[in-house]
């Protein structure tokens, strides 16, 4: 089995903050209730004033504010699922997984339209909570131990916050340059170790160039 992060790797960019920016150009009103919002949220975290998981809560909160939803996430990736990574695409195969912080509302059509599995963060619109642990960081190598998920035998991602889950499988690859270059996993000096666990717990994404 093959597992993959999902934005910044098999797609060049973030499916939330796309299909939050798609949305509001459809419904202007979330200009207004939710964009002023959301940056406040942002500004919050990076003072160390809001949890990560309560950021991310509200960055995802614009989901229980859209109109016919499942009609415009289909659409959504309509238009952008040209844009997953052509290497991707030419190595994919039937029990690859993609597991991926982002809601699982979203990961869910495009994985079903690839004809892979899929985990991702289970985020209820209704009432706009939680209702797991996000699927980030060591949360990811947790969810494939507990949930008894074969041996990996090659991971990717953009983010060395998904260090644990690299070490669960038998090869990781980096990925970088908009989701286009895949290189092998680096080797962790003891400032880049540092680095990778100060992100990992305060739950934000780390990059090589960081």
């Known amino acids: 089995m093959n597992a993959y992060d999902f934005d910044g790797t098999i797609f060049p960019s973030n499916c939330t903050i796309g299909f939050a920016v798609w949305c509001m150009n459809r419904q202007p009103k979330l200009w207004l209730t939710y964009a002023p919002h959301a940056a406040k949220s942002v500004a919050l975290y990076k003072l160390g004033k809001m949890p990560s998981y309560r950021m991310l809560r509200e960055i995802y909160s614009y989901l229980k ?40 509302c979203l990961i869910e059509p495009i994985a079903r339209r690839l004809g892979v599995s899929y985990v991702g963060t289970d985020y209820d619109r209704d009432f706009g909570i939680l209702l797991n642990n996000l699927m980030y960081a060591r949360e990811k190598a947790r969810y494939i131990i507990d949930h008894g998920f074969p041996v990996i035998d090659h991971f990717y991602s953009d983010s060395l916050s998904d260090t644990p889950i690299a070490l669960c499988a038998d090869h990781a690859h980096l990925v970088t340059h908009g989701a286009r270059k895949v290189t092998d996993w680096p080797k962790l000096d003891e400032l880049t170790r540092k680095k990778v666990r100060k992100k990992i717990n305060t739950g934000w994404t780390i990059h090589l160039d960081d």
């Open 65 to 104: 504010h859209v109109d016919d939803f499942e009609t415009q996430i289909e659409r959504y990736w309509d238009k952008n699922e040209r844009r997953i990574s052509p290497w991707y695409l030419a190595q994919k195969k039937p029990d690859d997984l993609i597991i991926s912080a982002s809601p699982t």
